[in-house]
């Protein structure tokens, strides 16, 4: 079984040893064994990392994404999770897309003043009611 040195490991997936260590410590991944000090992995958490880092990037929790792995690192992911997450993103993509729109809208905008733009108006009226959602 070839071993991957914590140094080498971090530089292959872009993950700093700290954050390995972390991984480690929450039980994300595994050691297999040490080199003196140094943590030695097997090559799989290379795959592992990559998968926690496209879990992060869905919006997934550590802990979340700690349950998505069997207890020898092997993916298990939750189908009907991930298409709930996707639904989500979705409706993230709908809202940006709208809030792209509409300052394209007011940068381009003919009124004299930004408070002359109707459509200004509608986005500052969206952004009040979204700060008022989010302190909920």
Not at 38 to 49: C, D, N, P, S, Y
Not at 54 to 61: E, I, Q, R, T
Request: hydrophobic share 40%; proline share 5%.
């Amino acid at each position: 079984m070839k071993l991957l040195d914590i140094g080498v490991l971090s530089k292959r997936s872009g993950v700093p040893p700290s954050t390995l260590r972390y991984y480690e410590e929450i039980g994300l991944i595994q050691s297999a064994a040490r080199n003196g000090l140094r943590r030695q992995f097997e090559i799989r958490v290379a795959t592992q990392l990559a998968l926690i880092s496209l879990g992060k990037m869905a919006g997934f929790s550590l802990a979340e994404i700690k349950d998505m792995f069997a207890n020898d690192g092997t993916p298990q992911l939750p189908r009907p999770e991930l298409h709930l997450r996707a639904d989500t993103l979705d409706e993230q993509i709908r809202g940006l897309t709208r809030l792209r729109d509409a300052l394209r809208h007011v940068a381009d905008c003919p009124a004299e003043t930004h408070m002359d733009c109707p459509k200004f108006r509608r986005l500052m009226e969206f952004a009040s009611r979204s700060v008022a959602t989010q302190k909920r």
